[in-house]
């Protein structure tokens, strides 16, 4: 398997379920990122990861906490959502700049469309 | 800090028309990249292309042409002859190169809408 994969593709939660988005990457990248996409809104970055080190966190609320435990995997665990919450979740991966300049462009998985109830 | 700004929400045209895509960033830093993604409606986003800060040169490939010109920030996409295939959202993103891990800032997105 090839590219950007993001697992379960939909989801439905309770607010008071606990839940977890997996992502795993097959393209030798080194940073890791989570996006969330709503409608009607701009692809908002949640969280980078380099390395497995995580790098930048957009004041995401606490109810979403990442892990990354290796440069291939990136996990997105859910509890308490809110319906607002609500959104599509894409995983993407690229390369780091500093080590290699070109190919920096980030590849997507195809998100998890999540909905919370 | 950096900006995307993608100024056009939604555009319609008729099929085998020409439409340009706006795109204006904001960046401190003299290196950087710029892509272009498109996002049809199966949601995952598809790379385009990437630009170099340092490459101005404008690129072709097929229907699609890019113009980055530094002078006016501007990262603008054409697709020549449209086709109904090509209705998606399209979205304009931009890294800086100087942070430990390319942090991909992308604009609100233009939905293009092509009606046969």
């Known amino acids: 398997e090839t590219g950007v994969t993001q697992t379960p593709r939909h989801l439905v939660m309770g607010m008071t379920n606990k839940k977890s988005l997996k992502c795993e990457q097959h393209?030798?990248?080194?940073?890791m990122y989570w996006y969330k996409q709503s409608a009607k809104k701009p692809l908002e970055l949640m969280f980078v990861?380099?390395?497995?080190?995580?790098?930048e966190n957009n004041s995401v609320p606490s109810r979403f906490s990442p892990e990354c435990p290796n440069s291939s995997h990136l996990f997105l665990h859910l509890h308490t959502l809110q319906p607002e919450d609500s959104a599509l979740y894409l995983c993407?991966?690229?390369?780091?700049?500093?080590?290699?300049?070109?190919?920096?462009?980030?590849?997507f998985g195809q998100g998890t469309r999540l909905t919370v109830v | 800090a950096q900006k995307v700004t993608q100024a056009q929400t939604e555009i319609s045209v008729v099929e085998k028309e020409d439409v340009t895509l706006d795109c204006v960033y904001e960046?401190?830093?003299?290196?950087?990249?710029l892509f272009w993604y498109k996002q049809p409606p199966s949601g995952e986003l598809v790379f385009l292309i990437r630009?170099?800060?340092?490459?101005?040169q404008n690129e072709i490939s097929g229907r699609y042409s890019w113009n980055f010109q530094k002078s006016t920030s501007s990262f603008n996409f054409t697709i020549t002859a449209s086709q109904v295939v090509d209705s998606a959202v399209y979205f304009c993103?931009?890294?800086?190169?100087?942070?430990?891990?390319?942090?991909?800032?992308f604009g609100s997105g233009t939905r293009l809408s092509i009606r046969p």
């Open positions: 993407a991966s690229s390369q780091d700049p500093l080590i290699r300049q070109e190919n920096t462009e980030a590849f």
């Open positions: 393209l030798g990248h080194n940073a």
């Open positions: 990861y380099n390395f497995k080190e995580q790098t």
């Open positions: 960046t401190r830093d003299t290196t950087y990249y």
């Open positions: 630009r170099n800060s340092f490459d101005e």
């Open positions: 993103a931009l890294s800086e190169a100087d942070s430990s891990a390319s942090k991909i800032i």
